[in-house]
């Protein structure tokens, strides 16, 4: 039987990111991964904060030879077209890099998977854990790779099995989050025009009263774009996926023009989109990161960030953990709590975009100089730092406080945004 010190499920930005670091630190580390990369994903836009992470990783030199698109920032525009506000990193609150990069998440994540297979983790394609089993010990896993099955012996586990949840789903702790079951739909595009200049890379994000479009610029001129609606909104549409996709872009006016001429070059997918919770996120000697511990409505592009931070913290973590283990519950509780704040801070943040009151004032930002003082919080939410300093939740909460007033006394003209559906 194969015995090592961690065994981390999944091989996606979280997994490799975990054995990597683990790896480097000494560690004996196996890593499932159930496919064979490179594969298609979902989840192309990476946030800033995510880069000094992939500089310590190694990995900036092959995505750079890869041609990964440079974001400055995102822009967000009504569905009308108008008003639209424009997003730079750069002028956040906090320091942060003040760029970013758009990724084929196949090739993405195929660097990241072979960069932990160099750094010494043991990493295992095309095996999938079937079942694992805790004692007083460590963890015994059943792994199936082929049509032979093993077992591998492992003193801390690692879930990063992404929306499959592997712990949660046995454990039967996942939550879904009532509010956000929603469902995205999307394609990639060629032949579709992109902004001129340095703007050229940046995300278009298109807000409609029940959801929102993405225009994310890739390599080789290829466009992502995809539709985020309500389920419930979709399945009234009475209408295939595909074709609630098409009538979007085409009744649209902030992308009908761009999307005109534009040919789709992949099939479309279609993603339950439902955001939930798994528990806390260590327990019993094992930790679950990334989408395994919960899956977050992507409207800020968190995911990739939240799961390659979580790992590299839990990889700290697990790495002091083995180092002296009287204090491997305290830390685990330490690491965990921290986790858990964390998603709190992005789940208030989500509850707030979807309310009329947000766009309102994030799409007409006003004049007077309190207001003008919350834009570099906001810019820094969308660089993706993190809970931050008194200073960055001050303007936060400001700004959740100015949403109440306009919900009472209008600060600002209503926005019609329109359904995804109108004709």
Known sequence: M????????????AGSTAGHLLARAGRDVVVLERERFPRFHIGESLLPANMPLLERLGVRAALDDADCVTKFGARIVAATGTPSVRIRFADGLLPCPPSALQVVRATFDEILLRACARSGADVLEKHAATHAKRDPNGWTVRVRGGERETEIRARYLVDASGRETFLATSRRTKQMAQKHRRVAVYAHFSGVPRDPGPDAGDVLLAVRRDGWLWVIPLANRTTSIGLV?????????????QDAFEHALKHTPALADRTRDATRISPVHVTSN???????????????????????DPVFSTGVWLAMGGAETASAALDQCLAEPAKAKVTLATWSAAQAQTNRYYWRLIESFYTPEFIDLLLQPSDVPLFRSLVPALNSVFAGVGPG???????LRLFEMLQTFHRRFNLQPRLDLGSIFDP
């Open 389 to 395: 300093t008194f200073g960055l939740q001050a303007r």
């Open 2 to 13: 194969r015995a090592c010190d961690v065994l981390v499920i999944g091989g996606g930005p």
């Open 274 to 296: 439902y955001s939930y919770e798994s528990g806390s996120a260590a327990r019993d000697g094992a930790l679950a990161i990334g989408d395994a511990l919960a899956f977050l």
């Open 229 to 241: 609606v309500q389920g419930n909104a979709l399945r009234q549409f009475d209408r295939t996926p």
